[in-house]
């Protein structure tokens, strides 16, 4: 099992579920999908959201959030919700850790979040809004554990364009 591991519990929209899969192979990260979901997995959508990354992605499945939770345990969980009071980045995230979403409609079961309140996280957004886009508020979430991280392991500065700055190695 990788260090940081994104949880989608029950999605909906394979365009996210892709856009969060690409995510994951970006920086490193498992996805672990729980069921039920709203798309096949073979979904064409979901298989151009994450375009040709899908080789490169540490994926797991579970029949449903109690399989999940018997897998993998309870520790190290940070669940991402709107009704948390806590900000994402006031938690120090350990060393393996798992954010863990909702369905887009629904987001996280309510006994779930009051189970384990104090590691509930939500990202702070305008209070005359439902929420944030699922793949958005993941890319948020691992970034922000990534940048605790000082983005360890990952390519800091980019080669593929030379120097682009305007400086003198311009030709």
Not at 47 to 55: E, F, I, N, Q, S
Not at 142 to 163: I, K, P
Request: glycine content about 8%; overall charge negative; hydrophobic content about 40%.
């Amino acid at each position: 099992m990788k260090d940081i591991n994104i949880v989608l519990v029950e999605p909906e929209i394979p365009q996210n579920t892709g856009n969060i899969a690409r995510t994951c192979a970006a920086v490193g990260a498992a996805l672990h999908l729980v069921h039920p979901m709203g798309f096949e997995i073979d979904d064409r959508k979901l298989k151009r959201a994450g375009l040709d990354y899908w080789d490169k992605l540490d994926i797991a499945y579970y029949d449903s959030l109690g399989d999940f939770l018997n897998k993998c345990g309870s520790e190290n969980m940070y669940f991402f919700t709107t009704k948390a009071k806590r900000c994402y980045t006031d938690a120090a995230y350990p060393r393996r850790v798992f954010l863990v979403f909702g369905k887009e409609t629904a987001g996280l079961p309510e006994e779930l979040l009051r189970s384990d309140f104090e590691h509930c996280v939500r990202l702070p957004m305008l209070n005359t809004l439902r929420s944030l886009n699922l793949s958005n508020a993941a890319a948020v979430a691992v970034y922000e554990v990534l940048r605790q991280r000082g983005f360890e392991g990952l390519q800091a500065e980019s080669g593929y364009f030379g120097d682009i700055s305007g400086g003198s190695g311009d030709k």
